[in-house]
């Protein structure tokens, strides 16, 4: 088979776990670093700090092994394996892929939103005690618009540098995660190929892996120029 084929039939696989994986951790680390921005050194901010740092530590093989005794070993809630042969058609089919994902995508996303969490948090903190957002309350502007026209914009720019950065990191953890779950994508099949010494193959993964990351910063500096208008895109 030739490697762009193979490549191909892994890849959807890799970017639907990965993608899923980093949108869960958006939608964690956000909200959370923003409202613990807001109330610093509060319960609520102590709190998040403190899962943020536990979910930091742990690495992914421990919270996956973790997840699969859970909950596919005592509670039989999950599948622990990921097949994309499901003998399953319409709604059931789509029901079935998300339950199978679960797992993966909720060890990934939760390592990341760690992470992220506490990049977010710092980024508000930054961005609130400047003197435009003094002058912004100051005309009367509520809370809530405060922090999300003014503060939240601005704040985003070097979480969306650090999402960019940590690509080649969450693709490293994937491939870790591919492994424990058996998920069929482009690490299990680098992984494959290093132990088959198969070098094509190899160098075939690592090259998708660089291209996936330099697309990764290209969104990144097209995102810079929407959340600040002063950086031009010309």
């Known amino acids: 088979m030739n490697v762009d084929t193979l490549i191909l039939q892994r890849l959807p696989a890799t970017l639907y776990v990965i993608g899923s994986a980093q949108i869960l951790a958006l939608l964690i680390a956000i909200p959370v670093g923003v409202y613990a921005a807001t109330r610093p050194y509060s319960l609520f901010d102590q709190i998040a700090n403190t899962l943020a740092f536990v979910g930091f530590s742990l690495p992914t ?3 996956g092994i973790l997840f699969i005794l859970i909950f596919s070993v005592t509670l039989d809630w999950l599948p622990f394996v990921y097949t994309t042969d499901i003998k399953a058609t319409g709604i059931r089919w789509v029901l079935e892929m998300i339950r199978q994902a679960i797992m ?5 996303g939760l390592f990341q939103a760690a992470s992220m969490t506490r990049f977010v948090r710092s980024a508000m903190l930054d961005v609130i ?3 435009y957002v003094t002058t912004a309350r100051a005309k009367g502007l509520g809370q809530t618009t405060v922090i999300i026209k003014h503060v939240m914009r601005n704040a985003m720019i070097p979480v969306v540098t650090l999402i960019a950065l940590q690509m080649p990191a969450v693709f490293g953890g994937a491939i870790v995660t591919e492994q424990i779950f058996r998920i069929p994508g ?5 992984i494959s190929s290093i132990l088959s010494n198969d070098t094509p193959v190899v160098m075939a993964v690592t090259f998708v892996f660089a291209c996936l990351v330099v697309l990764f910063n290209l969104i990144a500096d097209v995102l810079y120029g929407w959340l600040d208008p002063r950086i031009s895109l010309r």
């Open 61 to 63: 093989f421990f919270t």
């Open 129 to 131: 005690r400047l003197d």
């Open 186 to 190: 482009i690490g299990s099949l680098l």
């Open 104 to 108: 993966p995508v909720a060890v990934l």
